[in-house]
């Protein structure tokens, strides 16, 4: 499936003004450059919650934070997605967070229009990698092997704001002895533990 198909949700680029905290014209130059949203009178973008936009144009968004603010802007605004969310019901413990990443993460994402995680249905579009989950048996271990179109930086945080929601102890580290998506590798992994 080609990019060019492929579009973000609109209130995913409050993230990105949210990682940038006082510094939002920054961001917001960014993406009105990359073609997502207007600049407002006062410099700071505005754009459609329910709206799609080009995901070719977001990730060009990430490409230019991480080469122009570096690779800590990145993980600021995998911080920023999770502090804004609401987790469904039946999300109440970081095993069923880390596991409705996948399905959250398809939400935000379509193809011509059309969501590619249907809440009616349960069915999932391919063609963005996903959010994995495999439980380690009898310890406090969570692997994420991730193969999504976002940087390390910010899956890293991402899955940390996440874990630590559920789990005020948890910590997660980028398994840098396996393949990395930095290094041409297909996926990169991440181990959560907690006490």
């Not at 993980?75 to 413990?93: H, I, M, R």
């Not at 880390?98 to 379509?110: E, I, P, Q, T």
């Not at 991402?158 to 041409?184: M, N, Y």
Request: with cysteine; proline share 5%.
């Amino acid at each position: 499936m080609s990019l060019e198909n492929i579009q973000v949700l609109g209130s995913n680029l409050s993230n990105v003004l949210n990682a940038f905290g006082s510094f939002q014209l920054l961001a917001s130059r960014i993406m009105v450059e990359e073609g997502l949203g207007a600049e407002s009178v006062d410099g700071i973008l505005q754009f459609e919650r329910d709206r799609w936009y080009p995901l070719s144009r977001w990730l060009a968004t990430f490409n230019r934070i991480g080469r122009e603010y570096g690779e800590a802007m990145l993980g600021q605004v995998g911080l920023a997605v999770p502090k804004n969310s609401v987790f469904p019901p039946f999300v109440t413990d970081i095993d069923s967070a880390l596991k409705s990443l996948d399905v959250a993460y398809h939400m935000n994402h379509a193809v011509n229009g059309t969501p590619m995680f249907s809440t009616t249905t349960g069915n999932m579009l391919e063609g963005i990698g996903h959010y994995g989950y495999f439980r380690v048996p009898g310890k406090k271990q969570i692997i994420a092997e991730c193969d999504d179109l976002y940087p390390c930086p910010f899956d890293l945080h991402l899955l940390q704001t996440v874990a630590q929601r559920f789990e005020s102890t948890a910590t997660v580290i980028h398994d840098t002895t396996g393949p990395c998506r930095k290094r041409g590798g297909r996926s990169c992994k991440y181990i959560v533990k907690w006490a």
